[in-house]
């Protein structure tokens, strides 16, 4: 691999120069108040963007929240984000109101020799996402104009084949900032040859959104444990009832033959807490899975399946964790996710915590951070990563 590193461009000087840098800044707000509930990915970048203020840049950062439509939606403003990122880089972030229009302009013509400037979302714009090669160029073309190097450290976002993660590097000199390269180095000792057992957990609600990476894990892991929403599909396709729980009828007979041919590698829940309704004060009781009532949703793993997971976790030696094993926003069903967290923490093993849900939820049930390998900044494209699947914005950098 052949990507040119941040140390790479600051060895040849950026010091007033425009160094446009695409960060993942998508970070979850409150519905109600439009506030920040998790910073993760704001900090993740700060490694990168600080290097580069010391160095005495001129900083363009950029970055999507949200999926708006292409067009301006004051929701999925980067505005509060700008703030945040001054906070935490102890100096203020100067806010382009616009993406590539007169603000941006003016903002970056500004710029004095390290500070840092905050364009407005990337998906303002129909072009960052388009289809089309030449609506995508077209917008590429004016991000460009805003830097002399291109600085990628938008890891969440390396699987998406848009403007600013794809055509913008073909553009610019380009290289990886700190945390794509960390991430990368991470993810890609678990595609080489991890230590064995290998155990990756697995949770969340689609099984569709998981089933190419179940497909790619299952030749390599020692055991793969599955647990939340998805695992109702699974237990459904061994023949069990399920009442109201979330199913995904279509997937039960691919479910089927995936657990045909898993070997017995694949560990799915023995009992699990059912309620009346998706709610956080729902009347709910733990039942074994063959006693799930036609009328009661489940919405956690039970205490045994937390048993039966921490022992295989406790034998691992590399451990891979993506996706939630209930509604863990919820307290009161919360426990399996925290269970699982914790048996992870105490396995003497490297662990992995892919996916903005999983971090997020590592972070909202006050685990020590530091108990973990690595906390990935990526959700799609870590489980990409781990797919082999060419990730544009990779492609892009080796070019
Ligand atoms: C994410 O949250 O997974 C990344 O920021 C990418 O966002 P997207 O799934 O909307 O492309
Ligand atoms: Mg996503």
Redesign the pocket.
């Known amino acids: 691999m052949s990507i040119r590193t941040l140390d790479d461009l600051l060895a040849e000087g950026v010091s007033g120069r425009r160094v446009l840098v695409r960060a993942?800044l998508?970070v979850p707000l409150d519905k109600q108040t439009g506030d920040i509930t998790d910073d993760g990915r704001i900090r993740a970048v700060l490694p990168t963007l600080g290097a580069l203020v010391e160095a005495g840049a001129k900083v363009v950062a950029c970055s999507?929240l949200g999926?708006p439509k292409g067009a301006p939606d004051p929701q999925f403003s980067l505005s509060p984000v700008a703030g945040r990122l001054g906070e935490l880089l102890g100096a203020p972030v100067h806010f382009a109101t616009d993406t590539v229009g007169e603000s941006a302009r003016s903002t970056v013509a500004d710029l004095a020799d390290g500070q840092v400037a905050l364009l407005e979302n990337l998906r303002f714009n129909a072009g960052e996402t388009s289809k089309d090669e030449a609506e995508r160029g077209a917008f590429a073309d004016q991000l460009a104009a805003f830097g002399d190097a291109y600085v990628d450290d938008a890891f969440?976002?390396v699987h998406?084949k848009h403007a600013s993660v794809f055509d913008v590097p073909a553009r610019l000199p380009h290289v990886a900032g700190r945390l794509v390269l960390r991430e990368v180095e991470v993810l890609s000792k678990l595609t080489g040859a991890p230590e064995r057992p290998y155990v990756v957990v697995l949770g969340g609600s689609k099984v569709s959104d998981k089933l190419a990476v179940i497909e790619a894990l299952l030749p390599t892991v020692d055991r793969l444990l599955i647990g939340g929403g998805m695992c109702f599909t699974f237990l459904k396709a061994q023949g069990l009832e399920v009442g109201t729980s979330l199913l995904e009828k279509d997937m039960v007979d691919t479910c089927r033959n995936l657990l045909e041919r898993a070997n017995g590698k694949i560990l799915l829940p023995v009992d699990v807490v059912v309620a009346d309704a998706f709610a956080p004060d729902a009347a709910h009781d733990t039942v074994r899975v063959d006693g799930i009532p036609s009328h009661r949703l489940g919405l956690d793993v039970g205490p045994e399946t937390v048993a039966g997971f921490s022992a295989a976790l406790s034998q691992a030696k590399t451990i891979f964790w993506n996706g939630p094993m209930g509604v863990f926003e919820m307290p009161a069903f919360a426990a399996g996710t925290r269970g699982i967290a914790e048996a992870i923490t105490k396995a003497d093993a490297f662990s992995v915590v892919g996916g903005?849900d999983s971090a997020a939820a590592v972070r909202a049930l006050g685990l020590d951070e530091s108990s973990f390998g690595h906390i990935s900044t990526?959700?799609?494209a870590s489980l990409e990563y781990l797919e082999g699947k060419t990730l544009p914005g990779i492609a892009a950098l080796e070019n």
Do not use: C, I, K, Y
């Open positions: 993942d998508n999507h999926r969440g976002a998406r903005g990526g959700g799609g």
